[in-house]
C-alpha cells in the first residue's frame, strides 16, 4: 500500500507533542471554537469552525472543502465556475499543529493554518499535495531551494494599509505632507496600541511603525523564514481587520485607495541565509555592496520580475500605483543603492528591498516567484547590471529586462511567457492563476466607469 503525503501529515499529527500542547490549551484558556484555516490563490483565508471537543480527531483526519474555495468560489462572466466547477471533488485541509494559536480579542476561539491535499478517496492522486495550494507551495518550495542550494531565505515585509473613519483625517500644511508626524500616529493612536496588542499576543515580533500618508498606517515586524513571514502577514491582516471592527471604522489593503494618494505597498525584504550568515554579503565590508551570489540572485529577480507582475500587483487597481511616478512606487525594472526609486533597492549590507509586491498580494505566492527566481539567476549567473544612479523615473530602460508591465492584462502575458515561474508554480495553479485573472480583466474591460461618464457624456459634438 502507498504511503501518501496526506497520510504522513495525518501521522505526523497524530504523534506530535504539538498536539497535546494544543489540548492542553484549550482545557487551560476554555477553548470552545477552532477556525482551520487555508489560503486561497489571491490570499483570502477560507476554512471551517469547528467545536473545540472535535480538535483532536480533525487535527488527524483534516476537514474537507470544495476545491473551488481555492479560487473564492469564483465563476467567469461565462458562469464557468473556476478551480474545476460544480462536479470537482473537496480537498482535505489538515492542520500544521506548531500555527495553533487563541485569538486574542476572544479566547474562546482560536484558530491554526493547514495544507490542502487531494481526498484520499480518488482513483488518482489519492493523498497528494493539492497543486493549487499556495501556503503548500511556498513550504515545498523552501525545503527543495535548501535541499539544491544549502539556503535559507528569510525575509520581512513592509504592509501598509488604510484606515478610514471618524477623526482619522490628516491636517496638514499643502504642499507639505503629513509623513512621520507624531500628530497623526497620536490620532492612530487606538488603532495602533490594539494592533500591536493582539499581534503580539500571536506570536508577532512588532518591531516599528509610522505614518506614511493621509489614512495610511504601516506596522512591521520582525523579519524570518518566509514561510513564518507569509503566515504572519496573513495573521497580520486578519488582526487589523478585526480591530476596524471594534473601533467602528474601515481597513483595507486595496492598493491603490484613490487617486493622488499614496499607493499601499508590502516591500518585501529578503536575504539569503547559510550556517546563520548572510550570503548577500561579504565579510569585513561595511559600504554598501552586494556578494557575486547576492548579484546573481538579483539578476534573476530582475529578469523574472515582469513575469512575477501577476503575483505581486494581482489586481486591476494594483497598476495605478506603478503610474504615479514621484510617490516611490517603481515604474521600470532596474535596481539601486539605497534608491528608493528602484524595483529593488539595497536598503542595507545584506539586505534587498523588493518593491513591486503591493498590499493585496498573496504572500506565499510572492515569496514562491523570489525563491524561482533567484534561484535561476544563480544557476544561470545573471548579471543585473550596474545600480541606477538619481531618480530611476528618468533613467533609460535597460533593455536586458524585459518592461515592467503596466496594466494586469499585460501581466497576464508576461506571466504567461515566463517559462521558470510557470514550472516552479506548476501547470495546474498557473493555469488557474492566468483563468482567474484573466476574467477580472475582462470584466474591468467590459465595465463603464465614472472617468469614462465625465470624459465623454458630454464631449460630443
Not at 137 to 156: K, N, S, V
Not at 315 to 337: E, H, M
Request: hydrophobic share 40%.
Amino acid at each position: 500500500m502507498t504511503i501518501t503525503p496526506l497520510d504522513l501529515h495525518r501521522e505526523a499529527n497524530a504523534s506530535s507533542p504539538e498536539l497535546a500542547e494544543a489540548l492542553s490549551v484549550i482545557a487551560e484558556r476554555g477553548v470552545e471554537y477552532v477556525y482551520f484555516q487555508a489560503i486561497t490563490i489571491t490570499g483570502r483565508v477560507v476554512g471551517k469552525v469547528a467545536p473545540a471537543k472535535h480538535f483532536e480527531r480533525l487535527a488527524i483526519r483534516g476537514v474537507q472543502q470544495h476545491q473551488t474555495a481555492v479560487a473564492n468560489l469564483q465563476g467567469t462572466r461565462e458562469g464557468v465556475l473556476l478551480a474545476g466547477g460544480v462536479n470537482a471533488p473537496e480537498y482535505t485541509a489538515v492542520p500544521d499543529l506548531d500555527t495553533f494559536a487563541v485569538l486574542p480579542w476572544d479566547t474562546s476561539f482560536a484558530r491554526v493554518f493547514c495544507r490542502l491535499y487531494e481526498p484520499d478517496h480518488l482513483l488518482e492522486r489519492a493523498g497528494a499535495e493539492f497543486a493549487c495550494d499556495t501556503r503548500g507551495l511556498l513550504r515545498r518550495m523552501l525545503t527543495g531551494f535548501a535541499d539544491r542550494t544549502g539556503l535559507e531565505l528569510r525575509t520581512g515585509c513592509e504592509p501598509e494599509m488604510t484606515w478610514r473613519g471618524e477623526g482619522l483625517e490628516a491636517q496638514f500644511r499643502p504642499g507639505s505632507s503629513p509623513a512621520y508626524h507624531i500628530e497623526h500616529l497620536e490620532r492612530n493612536r487606538p488603532i495602533v496600541k490594539k494592533v500591536i496588542e493582539y499581534a503580539q499576543a500571536l506570536g508577532l515580533d512588532m518591531i516599528e511603525g509610522d505614518y506614511e500618508d493621509e489614512f495610511q498606517v504601516e506596522l512591521n515586524f520582525m523579519y524570518d523564514r518566509a514561510d513564518l513571514t507569509a503566515d504572519r502577514l496573513t495573521t497580520y491582516r486578519q488582526i487589523c481587520r478585526q480591530v476596524a471592527r471594534e473601533l467602528g471604522i474601515e481597513a483595507s489593503f486595496m492598493p491603490k485607495p484613490a487617486t493622488g494618494m499614496m499607493g499601499n505597498g508590502c516591500h518585501h525584504n529578503f536575504s539569503l541565509w547559510r550556517d546563520d550568515v548572510n550570503v548577500l554579503a561579504e565579510p569585513g565590508r561595511t559600504e554598501l555592496h552586494l556578494s557575486e551570489l547576492g548579484k546573481h540572485a538579483l539578476g534573476g529577480l530582475l529578469a523574472h520580475s515582469a513575469g512575477a507582475m501577476l503575483i505581486n500587483g494581482s489586481t486591476v487597481n494594483s497598476y495605478k500605483r506603478y503610474w504615479d511616478a514621484g510617490q516611490f512606487a517603481p515604474s521600470r525594472i532596474n535596481w539601486g543603492l539605497d534608491n528608493k526609486t528602484c524595483t529593488v533597492r539595497l536598503s542595507t549590507v545584506g539586505r534587498l528591498e523588493y518593491k513591486l509586491p503591493d498590499a493585496a498580494v498573496n504572500p506565499y505566492l510572492s515569496h514562491a516567484v523570489i525563491l524561482a527566481a533567484c534561484e535561476d539567476g544563480m544557476k544561470n549567473a545573471t548579471d543585473p547590471g550596474q545600480p541606477t544612479q538619481g531618480s530611476s523615473y528618468d533613467a533609460p530602460i535597460d533593455g536586458r529586462f524585459p518592461a515592467l508591465p503596466l496594466t494586469l492584462g499585460e501581466a497576464i502575458g508576461a506571466f504567461r511567457a515566463d517559462e521558470v515561474l510557470n514550472q516552479a508554480l506548476g501547470p495546474e495553479l498557473s493555469s488557474l492563476l492566468v483563468d482567474y485573472h484573466a476574467d477580472e480583466w475582462a470584466r474591468f474591460c467590459g465595465h463603464v466607469t465614472e472617468w469614462e461618464r465625465e470624459m465623454y457624456w458630454n464631449d460630443t459634438p
